[in-house]
């Protein structure tokens, strides 16, 4: 039997499922959850089917993906809950005891650092959740409309930021095609990377105002602190895309971006080739891949910077130079 298969027949006849996704849930998640909603309700034939994702406001860019769908905030209980895109129950915050409560729990992930918290796991290191989300209904011979094929193909695109980061593979591009003839894969790529505010521009301005470099350029460390965010009455979502903005600095090799969150910061770590965040970010509690990874931390940003610069400079003294080579 199909290994996707394997675990989700175990849905047939069950009578409610809760989908669970990170706390400020970018586009893969989103993507990914609200596919997977349809495909539960028309293919396992289950009625009730809800989102949950902690959140402070949803982009506007982000609400053509919900639709009409809206995220739920009430906890009731539910027969089986699906936590997505998320690599441990910390990153799902307060809907934590939402999946430890139901009776059947299932994780469905492409992150490197998961901890693998379900029942049942479909965790594969691969370059989104909607890549697995894709090989899931293709298992099911599901029918796509051309909804499901634009929300895997942004998933696809924005958490590799257009193919340039993350667990890339041939498989990749070949789910990418198969989306294209479907998709405006334009109006697409502008709805997330050409979408920018002009209070995002003024935080990208104080961000790289703020820069500091150390090794030759190859490490970059930089913030934008509460009283600075509270000029521009910041949001959350304000700062999406400056730290791989941060990242295209010529001859960096390893970025971080602190930024507030709430009574805490959020650190937005980036890693060129041959080096790894990942595991910084997994041992100060948050997760990621290898170019891409992040944490929440409530130490002041001078201690943030402090502990992210050692992983830093220990990478940076200790790791083997990486090809640098472009054509083979």
Not at 35 to 61: H, S
Not at 159 to 177: P, Q, R, W, Y
């Amino acid at each position: 039997m199909n290994k996707y298969k394997k675990i989700l027949d175990n849905l047939y006849n069950v009578p409610s499922v809760c989908l669970i996704g990170h706390m400020d849930p970018d586009a893969d998640a989103l993507c990914s959850m609200v596919i997977m909603r349809e495909f539960l309700m028309k293919q396992f034939g289950i009625k009730k089917v809800d989102l949950f994702a902690e959140n402070e406001t949803i982009p506007q860019n982000y609400l053509s993906i919900l639709e009409n769908i809206k995220l739920n905030k009430s906890c009731t209980k539910y027969h089986t809950a699906i936590m997505m895109d998320s690599p441990n129950l910390d990153r799902i915050g307060i809907f934590k005891s939402l999946f430890e409560s139901a009776k059947q729990k299932i994780v469905i992930d492409h992150h490197d650092t998961n901890l693998k918290n379900g029942d049942y796991n479909i965790v594969e290191i691969v370059s989104s959740t909607c890549e697995i989300v894709y090989k899931i209904l293709k298992a099911y011979n599901y029918k796509f409309s051309s909804k499901i094929y634009g929300k895997i193909y942004a998933g696809l695109i924005t958490d590799t930021n257009n193919f340039s980061v993350g667990a890339i593979t041939s498989d990749t591009f070949k789910i990418a095609s198969a989306c294209f003839n479907y998709i405006d894969s334009s109006a697409i790529y502008n709805n997330f990377f050409n979408n920018n505010t002009i209070r995002n521009m003024h935080l990208l301005a104080l961000a790289i105002q703020n820069v500091i470099t150390l090794e030759d350029g190859k490490i970059i460390l930089t913030q934008v602190t509460k009283e600075q965010a509270s000029l521009y009455k910041a949001k959350f979502d304000d700062y999406t895309g400056i730290i791989n903005r941060l990242a295209t600095i010529a001859g960096s090799c390893l970025v971080c971006f602190v930024q507030p969150k709430g009574n805490a910061y959020y650190v937005s770590m980036r890693a060129r080739r041959g080096y790894d965040v990942a595991s910084i970010a997994k041992k100060f509690g948050g997760g990621g891949h290898v170019g891409a990874a992040a944490y929440l931390s409530k130490k002041s940003i001078k201690e943030i910077e402090e502990e992210v610069l050692k992983e830093f400079l220990d990478q940076i003294h200790n790791r083997k130079n990486p090809i640098t080579k472009i054509f083979y």
